[in-house]
T-cell receptor, first 113, second 114 residues
Framework: GAVVSQHPSWVICKSGTSVKIECRSL??????MFWYRQFPKQSLMLMAT?????????EQGVEKDKFLINHASLTLSTLTVTSAHPEDSSFYIC?????????FGSGTRLTVV | DAKTTQPPSMDCAEGRAANLPCNHS???????VYWYRQIHSQGPQYIIH???NNETNEMASLIITEDRKSSTLILPHATLRDTAVYYC???????????????FGSGTQLTVLP
């Protein structure tokens, strides 16, 4: 099956700095990637949909200038949390969007101190 | 996509079958039932999906009622590693070449007890 590699698995950063999370499709070309966020004891919430070569589509309430998504190639999508604040601390997960059973990355635990 | 209702938590003894129910009374004719699970601090994992027939794979079985208003995921011989949150998701068939996001509910926390 499809393999989606997400890095880093965890990161701690200082408030005000930016953090980049990478999501790579290792054995297929990912035209579409989904980015989710999960707060403790809550379910996954879709943040945005990224399509290769075009602008990402953000869900209502997600600031596009704060959560920058780049999907410049068919094998790499990145999410950059800019000027991170403690309230951005969460579990970020990417997912490819092809076939029947989508494959998810292993997730990135972001802690902003 | 139709709304789903799942119990918040269930326990199961190791080695026994785990039966996880899901209600989707407003499901439409073109909507599939998907099951995913999420082990703590990991990304979700696809388990199985079905339209109206019962399905089985190496991980689980999916039983869908004749009226399609509910379904049950069966893990035939639960192990400690099956402890996870299980999500039942209903979603319409997608056309070739397009992708649609999965909408996650609160799921069922399955705890397999030794």
């Amino acid at each position: 099956g499809a393999v989606v590699s997400q890095h880093p698995s965890w990161v701690i950063c200082k408030s005000g700095t930016s953090v980049k999370i990478e999501c790579r499709s290792l054995d297929f070309q990912a035209t579409t990637m989904f980015w989710y966020r999960q707060f403790p004891k809550q379910s996954l919430m879709l943040m945005a949909t990224s399509n290769e070569g075009s602008k990402a589509t953000y869900e209502q309430g997600v600031e596009k200038d704060k959560f920058l998504i780049n999907h410049a190639s068919l094998t790499l999508s990145t999410l950059t949390v800019t000027s991170a604040h403690p309230e951005d601390s969460s579990f970020y997960i990417c997912s490819e969007g092809r076939g029947v059973g989508y494959t998810f990355g292993s997730g990135t635990r972001l802690t902003v101190v | 996509d139709a709304k789903t209702t799942q119990p918040p938590s269930m326990d199961c003894a190791e080695g026994r079958a785990a039966n996880l129910p899901c209600n989707h009374s407003t499901i439409s004719g073109n909507e599939y039932v998907y099951w995913y699970r999420q082990i703590h601090s990991q990304g979700p994992q696809y388990i199985i999906h079905g339209l109206k027939n019962n399905e089985t794979n190496e991980m689980a079985s999916l039983i869908i009622t004749e009226d399609r208003k509910s379904s049950t995921l069966i893990l035939p011989h639960a192990t400690l590693r099956d402890t996870a949150v299980y999500y039942c998701i209903v979603r319409a068939v997608i056309s070739s070449g397009s992708a649609r996001q999965l909408t996650f509910g609160s799921g069922t926390q399955l705890t397999v007890l030794p």
